[in-house]
């Protein structure tokens, strides 16, 4: 969405209000103006028997678009079936309905089979669309969450999707209030971090080393700079990133003998592999730790760190506490002088490399693509990409197509001789 499609709603929604009478007449039956036509008053249930609108009346209600061929929707609808059964369960006063984005009859029947919630009917499209309307639905999974007796929306979710899988069934009642109070609980568990409770259990006070299953203590790693390195064999960008992840871990470890100070640094490998041989096949091709394979230290670990795709590498300062989510971003751009990953040292570079763009040239024609590429910022255009040459994130400066989007890290441009290119 463009920036001027956000001040034309605001715009909306302040003329709205001046309207306010005329909204809260409709309000009375708020759920019946939004999920009702004018010739259906009811929503269907999972066996296919009609149930009227106002039953909803006095709920939370989670209004779930979603398309049973696209698969982050039926990833995400496994964990709401999840949350509605334990919300069922409890008796809590929350229910569900289905906004389908199906193609068909069939495949509409056939996803909310899996679901024991309420549905708007197929064929009722208007309704759909005014929903898509109403709540500016861009993309699924999305799920809208409803306060009752909340006429102006102003209590309303946008991004149930994103809370759901953070907090799971803690988040009900789904109020801006009972959000605060998880923040602010998350906060204060990542304020108590320290690498032990990080990384041990109850029977384990080690991490394997080579050859694994050579046990090394949790304690040598105190005072050190920590990675926590997230990735499985079967993870393609993973199995990619790691020889790189190696050869900028020895420059570091080298860099920092050569310096002579107490600073040390120290990858940890959090599997996520299927099975033993993945996790040891791949585990023999990295030099540093490991947790041990198969415990649900790992788990928690991502759940607690709210990694939602590898490789991920998260960097811990030698206090055992959080310094960035972004480790692999920040080795992609800056190789091993990203070291130690602090703030103080991300804004450095930045500024260094501001200034290296300066001397770079305004565009180049890279070995890997047809037409010429801009020397592009965050503030002209660029932004966070994937790099077309070596497929890793980047962001900031970068040499872009304006004419089909191709963009890579200036270190990865290899320039040609454009001499006898004249003339194309
Ligand atoms: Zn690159
Ligand atoms: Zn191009």
Redesign the pocket.
């Known amino acids: 969405m463009s920036l001027e499609d956000c001040r034309n709603l605001k715009q909306q929604a302040g003329e709205a209000k001046t309207n306010g009478d005329v909204e809260s007449n409709i309000s009375s039956n708020r759920f019946l103006s939004l999920l009702a036509s004018k010739d259906r008053n009811f929503l269907i249930s999972p066996d296919g028997t009609q149930v009227e609108v106002s039953e909803l009346e006095g709920k939370v209600v989670g209004l779930y678009f979603s398309a049973n061929w696209y698969p982050p929707c039926r990833n995400f609808t496994a964990i709401l079936i999840d949350v509605h059964e334990q919300l069922k369960s409890n008796r809590s006063k929350f229910e569900l309905v289905f906004v389908s984005s199906d193609e068909n009859l069939e495949a509409f029947n056939d996803y909310r089979a899996l679901m024991p919630w309420l549905s708007i009917p197929f064929s009722d499209v208007e309704t759909k669309k005014a929903l898509d309307r109403k709540f500016n639905i861009e993309g699924v999974p999305c799920l809208i969450i409803l306060q009752p007796e909340d006429d102006n929306d102003e209590a309303t979710l946008h991004d149930g999707v994103e809370i759901l899988y953070r907090f799971g069934v803690q988040a009900f009642p789904f109020t801006k209030q009972r959000l605060e109070e998880l923040e602010l609980q998350e906060r204060q568990k990542h304020e108590r971090q320290t690498l032990t409770n990080l990384l041990a259990d109850h029977d384990r006070d080690y991490l394997f080393g080579h050859p694994a299953p050579k046990q090394v203590p949790i304690d040598s790693l105190m005072g050190k700079t920590i990675g926590l390195f997230f990735s499985a064999q079967w993870c393609n960008p993973g199995v990619k990133f790691t020889p790189k992840l190696v050869s900028i871990y020895h420059k570091i470890k080298q860099m920092l003998i050569l310096n002579d100070n107490d600073e040390d640094f120290e990858i940890v490998f959090v599997s996520n592999d299927w099975d033993q041989s993945g996790f040891n096949s791949y585990f023999n091709t990295m030099p540093w730790l490991a947790l041990p394979f198969g415990e649900p230290t790992a788990k928690n670990l991502a759940k607690y760190f709210d990694v939602r795709g590898i490789p991920c590498l998260i960097i811990l300062g030698p206090d055992g506490k959080t310094i960035t989510k972004h480790g692999r971003n920040l080795i992609?751009l800056y190789q091993e002088n990203a070291y130690p990953f602090t703030e103080a040292k991300v804004d450095l570079l930045e500024k260094q490399m501001d200034e290296e763009a300066k001397n770079l040239p305004r565009s180049e024609y890279h070995a890997g693509h047809k037409h010429e590429l801009t020397l592009v910022s965050q503030e002209t255009g660029g932004g966070p990409f994937i790099?077309?040459?070596?497929?890793?994130q980047?962001a900031g400066w970068a040499y872009q197509c304006l004419d089909c989007g191709y963009e890579?890290?200036p270190?990865?441009v290899r320039a040609v001789d454009t001499s006898n290119m004249l003339g194309r």
């Open positions: 992609n790099c077309c040459d070596c497929d890793e980047g890579v890290h270190k990865c």
